[in-house]
């Protein structure tokens, strides 16, 4: 009666569960975090406009016969190779260690947000409840929410993912708590 009691009314024993979003790590989730973490962050978009502008300048003043170099233009596209280098070697050494640690099928992650705190599973392993205090930043990307922790760690959830509330109810309650 106890075990149909804590199901039914999703308590555990951190308390009354607020969210709870359940998804698979797939290659797919994966290439998305990473692609977002190379290339969309808000300091890589800073540094594509100054080295867009570098090179615009640089094409411009070849139009007017003013000096010319080539060198601006081949740091914007050597930033941006090195930056496809690293999201393609990333993506392929998170996948190959999630295979690697939790076996060939997608990883699953269970995550449960109660007003102690944010508490993931990892297919099997149950990780310590994080709080909410430690949440440093918040990212959407089309698919995905992520919350950055103090230590760097990141919490992923899949926005069509969730078995208790919502997107935009679960965004509204981080802003509430700041």
């Given at each position: 009666d106890i075990i149909k009691l804590l199901k039914n009314n999703r308590l555990d024993e951190a308390g009354k569960v607020l969210f709870e979003n359940n998804h698979e790590r797939t290659p797919e989730v994966t290439k998305e975090i990473y692609c977002f973490t190379c290339f969309k962050r808000p300091v890589h978009i800073v540094i594509y406009i100054i080295l867009g502008i570098v090179a615009l300048w640089n094409i411009v003043a070849a139009f007017w016969f003013w000096d010319f170099t080539f060198t601006p233009i081949a740091y914007a596209f050597l930033f941006l190779l090195i930056q496809f280098i690293i999201y393609q070697r990333s993506v392929s050494v998170a996948i190959a260690r999630d295979r690697e640690q939790y076996g060939p099928e997608p990883l699953r992650v269970n995550t449960v947000v109660t007003e102690e705190g944010i508490q993931c599973t990892y297919g099997e392993n149950k990780a310590n409840t994080i709080a909410l205090s430690n949440i440093k930043k918040v990212y959407k990307t089309k698919n995905l929410i992520m919350l950055l922790t103090k230590a760097r760690l990141l919490l992923v959830y899949d926005k069509n993912k969730f078995t208790v509330g919502?997107?935009?109810?679960?965004?509204?309650?981080?802003?509430?708590?700041g």
């Open positions: 919502t997107t935009d109810e679960f965004l509204q309650y981080l802003r509430s708590k």
